[in-house]
């Protein structure tokens, strides 16, 4: 089932759980941020072992590849990269396809950030300063936070609902950012074609007046609608959070058009941001081995000022 979902590449770059040892950071393992449909939603939170070299700086990693999410996939070798510098790490698990649409897997990130941000004196993070990053659809997920947060509810009766969802900078791999132009102007992906292997994320549903039957959306305009709705690219303004992508050129998946796309939008609205083109590089591999260590660096610059 696992490999189904995730692309290989992703599963590179999640890195599989390790040991920390003595001088790795401290892991809390299945913190709920929220509960849907009867369900537990979870994180992992990893901190600095030693709580004096905390930077007070929060990084949201987006367990997401292909939409699909699950506690194997948490990037804990990877969160080291991060701790070490200070950062606390929130490994996000979101409500996975096939069962969940994208619309919802947003929902979920949204909440997850005011869940952390309504929690931030228990995690010692600045609530103003917290980056978020993943690959491929954690790309995209990290950039519908960057360029399209959500605003609290001050009169919400849950105090995690009063938190706005915004971001301060964004770092990602190879992300879908327009799914109404994707690879091409005008081709439409909404799990078919290239994205043929990734219909579930895409059966965007509705309720049945009568029955309160879910119904999938099948109406071409209205598919097109909420296309536009979840593609970030859509989304920028200058208020947009600063953002880092790091792509292959050769990537068959996620064309490196869709970073084009949005770098292009970013400039416009000059929103500080860098495409980083891996020459060669296809969906993930080796090519990428080093490059959460930039962002790391990323996220020292906008979240630290150094």
Known sequence: MLSRFLPAALAALALAPTAFGQDGPVRTEDVIYGRKYGLAMTMDVFAPKDKDKAN????????????????????AAGARVFTDRGYTVFAVI????????????????????????????????????????GGSAGG?????????????????????????????????FFPPTDFLNYGKEGNVALGEGTLKNFRPPFDFWEREKETNKLVVIADRERRKAIAKQISP?????????????????AD???PIQQAE???AKLNENKVPCVLEVRKGAGHGGLAFANDVKGFADW????????
């Open 56 to 75: 007070g700086r929060g990084v949201i990693w987006c367990v997401s590849g292909g939409w699909f999410s699950s506690k194997e996939t948490v990037p």
């Open 94 to 133: 979101h409500g996975s396809q096939p069962k969940f649409t994208i619309p919802e897997v947003l929902d979920d990130m949204h909440r997850a950030v005011r869940f952390i941000k309504a929690n931030a004196k228990k995690y010692n993070v600045d609530p103003d300063k917290l980056g978020i990053a």
């Open 140 to 172: 995209h997920l990290s950039l519908m936070q960057g360029c399209a947060p959500k605003e609290g509810d001050p009169k919400a009766p849950d105090a995690v609902e009063r938190q706005s969802s915004k971001v301060a900078a964004v770092a990602c």
């Open 233 to 249: 690219v859509y989304h920028v303004t200058k208020d947009s959070a600063p953002a880092l992508i790091v792509h292959g050129d």
């Open 252 to 254: 068959t998946l996620v």
């Open 261 to 263: 796309l949005i770098i």
């Open 299 to 306: 996220f020292d610059k906008h979240l630290l000022g150094k």
